[in-house]
């Protein structure tokens, strides 16, 4: 017989990743799932959530969270008291009180998308331009099937090819960064409306421009992507409200 202590004293601690001196994991150190951080080389695991917040398995939903060192942010999907539908959100890396992450890296992508567009549509090669195609076919198939974690993988190769397209590694940094962010919101806005069509729609529109290297058409498409994009997204939390 083993001991009741020895199971009481159990404790989990899942998806460890390391950044610059620190490990951040999820553990229920506490009693409850919650995230924490501590020293590479030991100490004392510190919480970064308030302690009403309890986490979900993070092999139950994939990836809980992200951290982004640069902006001193963690992206982590947090529920409404265990209501299961998860939203992004944004928490110091130091700890404290999640806020909605989306506002401020749709309002950078928005700064960066015109001219960002503007150098994809002059470089982007026949290849590219057929890899952005077989995307959109994949999406469109995904979305019939309701499989909006195939549509999001999707929708961030979409905006990959783009990106490196631009022949400025700096800028397809900067914009494969706010897209991993973009893509977990535009994730739970698919999954709650249930339609993911109007963002696909859009992807075919703006091949259609870049095919034809009408710069300031891809400028005002790319432009009007993510506004629509912000807009969804703020649609479908209002009504969850």
Known sequence: MYRIESFL???????????????????????????????????????????EISLQNPHLIGNLYKPFPKLGKILVMVDNDGDEDYKPML??????????????????????????????????????????????????????????????????????????????????RYLLHLHQVATRFNFAAWKRDRNAVPSIDEHRQIVEIMRQRDIEAAKVSMRAHIENARQRIVGSMAATE
């Not at 950044?19 to 229920?28: C, E, L, R, T, Y």
């Not at 331009?129 to 959109?136: G, T």
């Open 91 to 172: 928490v110091s890396m130091n700890g404290g009180y999640p806020e909605p992450a989306f506002t401020e890296m749709m309002d950078a992508m928005g700064m960066v998308i015109g001219p960002a567009a503007a150098l994809a549509c002059g470089r982007l090669t026949e290849d590219e331009l057929n890899q952005l195609d077989e995307v959109v076919n994949s999406s469109e198939i995904a979305a019939s099937q309701s499989n909006f974690v195939r549509i999001a993988q999707l929708d961030y190769e979409f905006h990959r090819i783009l990106a490196e397209a631009t022949g400025n590694r700096h800028l397809s």
């Open 9 to 51: 004293s159990a404790r989990l601690f899942l998806v460890p990743e390391k950044v610059d001196k620190q490990v951040f994991f999820v553990s229920n150190i506490s009693g409850r799932l919650s995230l924490y951080k501590m020293k590479v080389g030991g100490s004392v695991p510190e919480p970064l959530l308030p302690p």
